[in-house]
């Protein structure tokens, strides 16, 4: 049956995670239980080739409308703010050259593609695949998995890894008339 008591369902976060590091149980006892609820996680796949492009014919996708993903990594509004970065900076680019005509805009929107394919794919691979691991429900593959893989075999560093991405900075272009 749905929990959707926010005690309970902490309780039930904590008595799954029991043996897992500290930090991680720190956090959920940390949380406010009027911030608790749960709904059903949806995912959808990026394939290379069939997937939408970030760009076409002077629309731009960014965030959840190209790459949604399961907060499996903590990665989703973050992957949403890079974009950000990286779409001005291309398109300041595109303008500071001083031609804001649509091969210009177009050509920064294909290379605001091209830039953060590289990254969002394997990442929403990622979510998808710890995302499948969390959600077994198979008892005894769930105790190994909560009770040996994850407390003993599983180290936080290389599975944080995709944190210490850098999108570059936001520069102002100077020779950009505002307005």
Request: aromatic content about 6%; some cysteine; glycine content about 6%.
């Amino acid at each position: 049956p749905k929990v959707k008591d926010p005690l309970l369902l902490k309780k039930e976060a904590l008595d799954l995670v029991k043996n897992w590091p500290g930090e991680l149980l720190d956090v959920i006892e940390r949380t406010p239980e009027d911030t608790i609820v749960r709904t059903p996680l949806a995912d959808r796949w990026l394939w290379p080739l069939i997937s939408p492009q970030g760009s076409s014919d002077g629309v731009v996708l960014v965030g959840d409308a190209w790459h949604p993903m399961t907060p499996n990594l903590g990665q989703g509004a973050c992957c949403a703010l890079e974009d950000s970065i990286v779409l001005a900076r291309k398109l300041a680019s595109a303008l500071a050259h001083g031609d804001a005509g649509s091969a210009h805009v177009n050509e920064a929107l294909q290379a605001y593609t091209n830039e953060r394919w590289r990254r969002i794919f394997p990442l929403t691979l990622r979510a998808n695949l710890v995302g499948s691991l969390l959600q077994w429900e198979n008892q005894v593959v769930c105790a190994i998995r909560n009770n040996i893989v994850i407390p003993k075999l599983v180290k936080l560093e290389p599975l944080l890894e995709h944190t210490n991405y850098d999108c570059g900075s936001l520069q102002t272009t100077e020779g950009l008339n505002a307005g």
